[in-house]
């Protein structure tokens, strides 16, 4: 990939397109507060979409790292193993969006064992929060972003889930699995209330 060796890797996937609640401009604020303390490479693997109003605003935030080789944008990757590639050399995953569902992104983190820098966010920090594992800071509170991002850049990284435990959540099999059993407990229910209102015509 080119990566330089002996730095720290930090990365983040995340669309560019024209979507703030990502936040991608507010964690490379951080950074640019901090690119005098500490030798890290920032990559952010996603491309701006057809829109470029957002992506243009992180291009512009994020100079002073690039002027010092201290960001690397990849664009749009759709090779999910070179993602793969990624995040296996990386040393952190970060997730700085304001608001998710999932998101896949972490569960991809996961998936490679990466310690992760998540906002309080999305069922996967959720599940990070239920296992003590990971660092969850608040979506809007980017003083606690540079404060556990320093402490983990001067060697405290946060605990890495257990693979298995994402597996077992976010596995496609065993998701499948949950909504089967899901869809039978509420057919089963909605049968038994069939009956019931049977019983009081």
Request: aromatic share 8%; with cysteine; net charge negative.
């Amino acid at each position: 990939l080119g990566l330089p060796e002996g730095r720290f890797i930090i990365v983040t996937v995340a669309s560019l397109g024209n979507n703030s609640v990502k936040q991608v401009d507010k964690f490379v604020e951080v950074l640019n507060s901090l690119r005098s303390e500490h030798d890290f490479l920032y990559v952010v693997i996603g491309g701006p979409g057809p829109i470029r109003t957002y992506a243009d605003l992180v291009y512009q935030t994020a100079q002073p790292l690039v002027t010092e080789g201290k960001v690397l944008f990849t664009g749009a990757v759709s090779d999910k193993e070179t993602i793969a590639q990624f995040l296996s050399s990386a040393d952190l995953f970060v997730h700085p969006s304001a608001t998710e569902g999932g998101p896949i992104a972490v569960m991809e983190a996961l998936a490679c064992e990466l310690p992760v820098l998540s906002t309080d966010t999305g069922n996967t920090a959720e599940l990070l929060r239920k296992h003590d594992c990971g660092c969850l800071v608040g979506r809007y509170d980017y003083a606690e972003w540079r404060e556990k991002l320093v402490e983990i850049l001067r060697g405290e990284p946060p605990r890495i889930l257990d693979r298995a435990i994402a597996q077992q959540h976010y596995d496609w099999p065993n998701v499948a699995r949950r909504y089967i059993q899901l869809y039978d407990t509420i057919f089963e229910e909605a049968g038994k209330r069939s009956v019931a209102m049977k019983a009081f015509p």
